[in-house]
């Protein structure tokens, strides 16, 4: 659609009652002035200070870390899973895909400390899949770094599935059919013609995931604890600080801030533009 004909039905469309437009103002207000607040009672002049301090920024490196490990098993486990749930629709298997892209989407509406609780019962020392696991191998993950990525897998995996499959269904399949006519197989097709056509959807769902899992804080604190150096991340430092300084809190918070704000800026056109420019 060209930028003219867009403006024309701009043009044309009937604008909301205005009775609607000071709920709206209210609405933009309630989102915007907790930030503003948070801009004005920040303390610019200690802020370098406050995030060189040696525990903000060992909590700044484990969290980057274990987003960025969450993030890359997003990617792993997300791509084939959105597959399978375009294959399954392209194949009329809608009560299937109905279900399992339920099951994909509760960490969305999830409360983050009830995932938390669900991990401890299947990977703790007495879960269904922890005890013997530590029985086996010895092996125990709670409260361990292993634990933090896991946490931030299990809530940031959906954004990277919805995404990998918005993009799926809206791509050209007569590309993927034209290579199995020429003979290529499907992992090749997959490799080769799939994954670059999807490419922008893998990213902007990439981006997503990782920017969740680095304010990840319910299900990282009830699965993993806060232990200094090995899983307390920076949205459990700014709690933490909370309590006896407020300042790095707030610190903390704005340069979480800042990380939303610049993924925002990354993603214009595709998931807050309505539409690419």
Do not use: K
């Not at 703790?124 to 005890?131: M, S």
Request: charged share 10%; aromatic share 6%.
């Amino acid at each position: 659609m060209s930028r003219e004909h867009r403006a024309a039905l701009r043009t044309e469309r009937v604008g909301p009652p205005r009775a609607l437009v000071p709920l709206a103002v209210v609405a933009v207000l309630f989102l915007v002035l907790p930030l503003v607040a948070l801009l004005v009672r920040a303390p610019w002049a200690d802020l370098g200070t406050i995030l060189g301090q040696p525990a903000v920024a060992e909590s700044l490196g484990l969290s980057l870390l274990s987003a960025g490990s969450a993030t890359v098993l997003c990617i792993i486990l997300g791509i084939p899973l959105a597959w399978c749930l375009v294959a399954l629709s392209d194949a009329g298997h809608d009560a299937w895909h109905r279900v399992i892209r339920a099951f994909v989407l509760v960490p969305l509406v999830l409360p983050p400390v009830v995932g938390g609780v669900a991990l401890l019962l299947l990977l703790g020392r007495r879960g269904l899949l922890g005890a013997p696991l530590a029985e086996v191998a010895g092996v125990t993950i709670p409260f361990t770094t292993v634990a933090v990525v896991i946490a931030q897998t299990f809530v940031a995996l959906p954004f990277l599935v919805m995404a990998v499959e918005g993009a799926l269904a809206g791509a050209d399949r007569r590309l993927d059919d034209a290579a199995a006519t020429l003979g290529a197989s499907r992992w090749y097709t997959f490799r080769r013609v799939t994954v670059p056509l999807v490419a922008p959807g893998i990213v902007a769902g990439a981006v997503l995931a990782f920017a969740r899992a680095l304010g990840e804080f319910g299900a990282t604190i009830t699965f993993a604890g806060s232990l200094p150096g090995v899983t307390r991340t920076m949205p459990i430092t700014a709690y933490l600080a909370m309590q006896n300084d407020p300042d790095a809190a707030i610190a903390l918070s704005l340069l979480l801030m800042l990380v939303s704000i610049v993924i925002l800026v990354a993603l214009r056109g595709r998931w807050v533009g309505g539409s690419a420019s």
